[in-house]
Nanobody, 126 residues
Framework: QVQLVESGGGLVQAGDSLRLSCAAS????????MAWFRQAPGNEREFVAA????????HYADSVKGRFTISRDNAKNTVYLQMNSLKPEDTALYYC???????????????????WGQGTQVTVSS
């Protein structure tokens, strides 16, 4: 079992920055992929960013490339999402997720992530 707790969300203006954190506990491993997804009201959950190990290789949704950065501190079992140049369309509930199938490459598919946090709300006003 892996427990995930997100933090760092809030209400900001367009162009501002936020850093989300996701603290993992339980059966954690740097070999597991960790990811961020988001879901806006009325929309399906969508992939944002993911990486394994030290995040030497990262994956991003096209909509956030160049603005968001995923990183990990494996000593703290924490993954971060630095979000810059925020836009109103980034408004959503942001979820952290873990894929414990360590033999698999980093996936962007939500149903391949076994554990999820409760989410942290990000609201960007125009």
């Amino acid at each position: 079992q892996v427990q995930l707790v997100e933090s760092g969300g809030g209400l900001v203006q367009a162009g501002d920055s936020l850093r989300l954190s996701c603290a993992a506990s339980g059966r954690t491993s740097s070999s597991y992929a960790m990811a961020w997804f988001r879901q806006a009201p009325g929309n399906e959950r969508e992939f944002v960013a993911a990486c394994k190990s030290t995040c030497a290789n990262t994956h991003y949704a096209d909509s956030v490339k160049g603005r968001f950065t995923i990183s990990r501190d494996n000593a703290k079992n924490t993954v971060y999402l630095q979000m810059n140049s925020l836009k109103p369309e980034d408004t959503a509930l942001y979820y952290c997720a873990v894929d414990v199938s360590y033999w698999r490459g980093t996936t962007t598919t939500a149903n391949e992530y076994e554990y999820w946090g409760q989410g942290t709300q990000v609201t960007v006003s125009s």
